[in-house]
């Protein structure tokens, strides 16, 4: 049983927001962008606290779309959890019984539960007032027994929250007082005639340890004097204690110890770096619920994960291996993380980007899939028995065609040629046409690929990013990244990655990664013959022209970013530059084969140029002009 819907409601900074959630969901954006919120909308609804103290909600919580609002007089926070079955049957029978007062089934079968949790003034008793409740299939609260208490709290045994903040202290995580540890140390069973041993093999030893020094002895004496004072009808005794007197004792003063590698020390875990003990405050996270559940023994339970920040101290190798421990845990995972180097591994499907717009905070994602009003036939079967059916599924709710890749035009035929005898076969021929362009914001499993080899560089990056510009390799990345500087638009600080296509995947996946995000991008390559293949690789995802209309640019036809420099007069520039990389013979030789050695030595001459151009605003304004154009219009557009 997991979440499959999250809908909030006028919670913190966010207004109205419905969101997806899958086996692993990542949240992903800038500070303050509602992140965190969305996480704890989740562990205040699965964490019921009773009494007006402990109700998870505060005034502040109330989303305000100015500072003047009243949170008494405001519309209240209302978060919604749903869970259903994927199939029929799915669920365990044993918690479908145990639940049957809070579920309701849909129309094909399939169990669903729906939890809204609520929190708004209530005047008669002049407090922020919380609600859970139950709903049916219509959104309506169930009535009756289904609303009990017990049934919230047996709802809760089957889902338990794992919560993990991003501000951990292995100091206070590691200690008997806290939930996942205390709870680790209680759930230790000693055997009775090991106890008995041990018992009597600390008594020996403390003994021992008091008779190795007179003075603890003379210390034991002084003290036990009180009691005869304080109860003054017989003589008492102290005696001092150097090891525990019970095995309750001995655990609760349990603690960790750890070395790197075998030459060095042992010592306790607040003696290590903050990345250490990080990560062990993670692990201790996990193997705490492993024991819950395995204490509870309950079928068809499922955790729920959520995490922020598992990166937090960790270098950057340590990151990226992350992921796959995060994988690793049996349940649902939420997590929050500011690490590029984590979203790396991440599969695109699982990233959520949040952004605050309007001080509302918004959510983007790749769909799993598309739909279309197109019904699915006997016709379609057959095609998607070949490779269309890496492209096409049946959409289980309506009965029709959806996408779940991009496909191409021969792809669009195939489809629409299935609808041939159909009376309105002109209809669903531009509903096909519709439902490819639509559709292009979906990766394939081949850009999955790509993406995971080619692009890991920038992957994590750029997904951080407020807007991005495409470029073909690295030498124009440096010359953008230059003529930002040197035009008073540091790239960095507004947030733009340029992201250098060729070394990085295709020119067609990222445009369509922008839409699906809501990023808006911008394109520039040369005007060589190249240009024509990046521009069709574009279109040919389902793009049209009008989707290119002031994104798309090249230089000016048939030049590169060379031929462009040269015809703009920085020849004799070049030749200078080129000198101190390849020898002097360059200042003399021929314009042509100046040309080509120019363009044999890239990277060589623009990490030269580039610091040249940041420094220099009257030389970058001479820089080819798509370049600068387009950092000027970006520049005037700024906030």
Not at 124 to 149: I, M, Y
Not at 331 to 359: A, E, K, M, N, W
Not at 411 to 439: E, F, T, W
């Amino acid at each position: 049983m997991r979440i499959t819907k999250l809908c909030i409601r006028n919670f913190r900074s966010i207004c109205s927001l419905d969101l997806l959630l899958g086996d692993t969901t990542v949240l992903i954006g800038q500070n303050n962008a509602g992140k965190s919120a969305i996480l704890d909308a989740v562990r205040i609804a699965l964490t019921r606290r009773w009494g007006q103290r402990g109700t998870g909600f505060t005034e502040h919580d109330i989303y305000r779309a100015d500072e003047g609002g009243d949170p008494r007089t405001l519309p209240p926070v209302e978060i919604t959890l749903t869970l259903e079955e994927q199939q029929s049957g799915e669920w365990h029978a044993d918690m479908v019984a145990a639940l049957e007062d809070i579920m309701a089934v849909q129309a094909d079968g399939r169990n669903v539960v729906n939890l809204r949790v609520t929190c708004g003034w209530n005047v008669d008793k002049e407090v922020f007032d919380p609600l859970w409740e139950f709903l049916d299939e219509a959104g309506q609260p169930l009535t009756g027994k289904s609303q009990r208490a017990t049934n919230l709290t047996g709802f809760f045994a089957y889902l338990p929250l794992f919560w993990l903040g991003a501000l951990r202290d292995a100091a206070d995580e590691f200690t008997p007082r806290t939930g996942h540890w205390g709870r680790m140390l209680k759930g230790v069973r000693i055997p009775k005639e090991l106890e008995a041993d041990a018992l009597r093999l600390l008594g020996e030893l403390d003994a021992r340890i008091a008779a190795a020094d007179p003075k603890l002895a003379q210390i034991a004496e002084q003290i036990g004097r009180a009691t005869n004072i304080a109860v003054g009808e017989g003589p008492g005794a102290a005696r001092l204690n150097t090891l525990p007197m019970s095995i309750d004792d001995m655990l609760q003063r349990t603690g960790v110890v750890l070395r790197n590698e075998a030459l060095r020390p042992w010592l306790p875990i607040g003696h290590h770096g903050q990345g250490l003990q990080s990560l062990s405050v993670i692990f201790l996270f996990q193997a705490a619920f492993l024991q819950q559940l395995a204490e509870e023994d309950r079928p068809g339970t499922e955790p729920v994960f959520a995490i922020e920040e598992p990166e937090t101290h960790l270098h950057p190798q340590a990151a990226r291996t992350l992921w796959d421990h995060v994988q690793a845990m049996q349940g649902q995972r939420l997590i929050t993380t500011h690490s590029p180097y984590f979203v790396q591994h991440v599969p695109l499907r699982d990233l959520r980007l949040v952004r605050l717009r309007g001080g509302c905070t918004e959510v983007a994602s790749l769909p799993q899939f598309v739909a279309s009003p197109l019904l699915w036939t006997p016709a379609i079967d057959g095609l998607v028995r070949s490779a269309a059916g890496r492209v096409f599924i049946r959409n289980p709710k309506e009965n029709t065609v959806a996408a779940r890749s991009w496909f191409d035009e021969e792809m669009a035929d195939r489809l629409a040629h299935c609808y041939r005898h159909d009376a309105d076969a002109a209809a669903k021929a531009a509903a096909v046409v519709g439902l490819r362009h639509a559709s292009r914001v979906l990766p394939s499993v081949e850009d999955e690929e790509e993406l995971g080899f080619h692009g890991r560089r920038v992957r994590g990056e750029i997904f951080f990013a407020r807007r991005w510009i495409l470029v073909e390799g690295v030498t124009e990345h440096l010359l953008v990244h230059a003529l930002g500087r040197a035009l008073g638009w540091n790239l960095d600080a507004h947030g733009v990655s340029v992201i250098d296509f060729q070394q990085s995947g295709s020119a067609g996946i990222y445009p369509a990664l922008a839409e699906a995000f809501g990023i808006p991008w911008h394109m520039i390559v040369d005007g060589d013959g190249e240009s024509a293949k990046f521009k069709q690789q574009i279109l040919s995802r389902g793009f049209v022209e009008g989707d290119l209309a002031g994104r798309f640019s090249t230089l000016p036809a048939p030049k590169d970013l060379e031929d462009s420099l040269l015809a703009d007069g920085h020849e004799e520039m070049l030749r200078e530059i080129l000198a101190g990389i390849s020898g002097r013979s360059v200042l003399t030789c021929p314009l042509d084969e100046f040309r080509a050695r120019l363009k044999n030595r890239k990277t060589g001459y623009m990490g030269v140029l580039a610091p040249r151009v940041a420094s220099d605003p009257a030389l970058a304004m001479r820089m080819p002009a798509p370049f600068v154009d387009l950092i000027k219009t970006l520049r005037g557009a700024a906030p």
